[in-house]
């Protein structure tokens, strides 16, 4: 297992990265919302090697416009991973499953996931679709054993003092093989 967190605009700019090997950044919400912090952020990731990832907050809506404002803000690099965070219950499954295949089409070359909480994989989510993989919310304080069956990529499993995450990889090396996907 590997170690990372994730960062929005309530961490600071200047995040340790000591012992990381992954980071991912919330960038957007909606169609309005730009984390004033994410730029910044992600030169701390960069600049310690992290592989990285970013995340869109998903609201009710069109799940393409959302999509579209996302990546407009992004300037990928092979390697880095997007996600849509879905924790909004307004998000039908159907939008969910929406927004990540039309990013999956429109960045074939990126790894596109998934992330919830365990209360949204059992009790809302109807499709088990997670695209290219499930990053799960389990605060239970045990890393790499998010209680779910499903098979699943990362797993944050506590939010003090940042929101920890593992990894299902054995090395930083093989997470960035496994981040640089062939069409």
Known sequence: ?????????????????????????????GTSYVNPKWVDQRQTARDAELVTGFYHFGRAGSMKKQADYF??????VKGDMLVLDWEDSEVTNAE???????????RPHTRVLLYCNTNFWFNHD???FAGDGLWIAHYNGKPGKP?????????????DPIDTNTGHFDSRADLRKWTHKEP
Do not use: A, C
């Open 71 to 76: 990546m407009s803000k992004i300037n990928l």
């Open 96 to 106: 969910k499953d929406e927004w990540i295949k039309y990013v999956q089409k429109e």
């Open 1 to 29: 297992m590997i170690k990372g967190v994730d960062v929005s605009s309530y961490q600071p700019s200047d995040y340790s990265t000591k012992g990381l090997d992954f980071v991912f950044i919330k960038i957007t919400e």
């Open 126 to 128: 109807t499709t088990s």
């Open 147 to 159: 209680g779910i069956e499903h098979s699943w990529r990362f797993h944050q499993y506590t939010n």
